[in-house]
């Protein structure tokens, strides 16, 4: 149990284009979602936490209007990257928690953005 | 806010020696401590958690130790294997709040 899966798993565009990121549990429901940046050989960043039904809160430094979150279902969280430029480059991981009494996090495989 | 530092943030070990994994917290009032392996390129997997009301949990060759007044914690791998071979990262979490702080990582070699 707790499956999380991420889709794509990979994906190429041309700057200045937007890209959508899906982050799904599988086996459970998740109030609570977590989207976070990987630069090559450095630590998960915390970029925003999705609670289903309300707003993504940002953390600082991350730009609400260019990393659009919607957790519209319990199942389901969405990361759109907009107008992505080359620096966006980078793995996103998403992660759901179960329940709303517990801490554990459950991963997703994680999604390489490039953006040429 | 909370910060979490790890130590080393290299390590390597000869198969079958035990590896051990350092960190510290500055928020006393965390209280969940989970540490995470990932492999190039895949998502991070929970290997191993401790809570603060516990000094030490132990999951066959992995073991995790808790000081809280000094506010550190460690993981301790026995019996390495080549398999172990990966970027651990410990982390701190406080139960009232949602996020999950990251340590930077430590990268374990184990040489065959």
């Known amino acids: 149990g707790a499956v999380v899966s991420q889709h794509p798993s990979w994906v190429i565009c041309k700057s200045g284009t937007s890209v959508k990121i899906e982050c799904r549990s599988l086996d459970f429901q998740a109030t609570t979602m977590f989207w976070y940046r990987q630069f090559p050989k450095q630590s998960l960043m915390l970029m925003a936490t999705?609670?289903?039904?309300?707003?993504?809160?940002?953390e600082q430094g991350v730009e609400k209007d260019k990393f659009l979150i919607n957790h519209a279902s319990l199942t389901l969280s969405t990361l759109t990257v907009t107008s992505a430029h080359p620096e966006d480059s980078s793995f996103y991981i998403c992660?759901?928690?179960?329940?709303?009494?517990?801490?554990?996090?459950?991963f997703g495989p994680g999604t390489r953005l490039t953006v040429l | 806010g909370e910060n979490v530092e790890q130590h080393p943030s290299t390590l390597s070990v000869q198969e079958g020696d035990s590896a051990v994994i350092k960190c510290t917290y500055s928020?006393?009032?965390?209280?969940?401590f989970p540490w995470y392996k990932q492999e190039l390129g895949k998502r991070p997997q929970l290997i191993i958690d401790i809570r603060s009301n516990v000094g030490e949990k132990k999951d066959q060759r992995i073991a995790v130790t808790l000081n809280k007044t000094a506010k550190h914690f460690s993981l301790h791998i026995t019996e390495t294997q080549p398999e172990d071979s990966a970027v651990y990262f410990c982390a701190a979490k406080q139960t009232s709040y949602d996020k999950v702080i990251f340590g930077p990582g430590t990268s374990l070699s184990v040489i065959p």
């Open positions: 992660s759901a928690r179960r329940g709303t009494y517990t801490d554990t996090q459950y």
């Open positions: 928020d006393s009032a965390s209280n969940y």
């Open positions: 999705s609670n289903e039904g309300s707003k993504a809160t940002y």
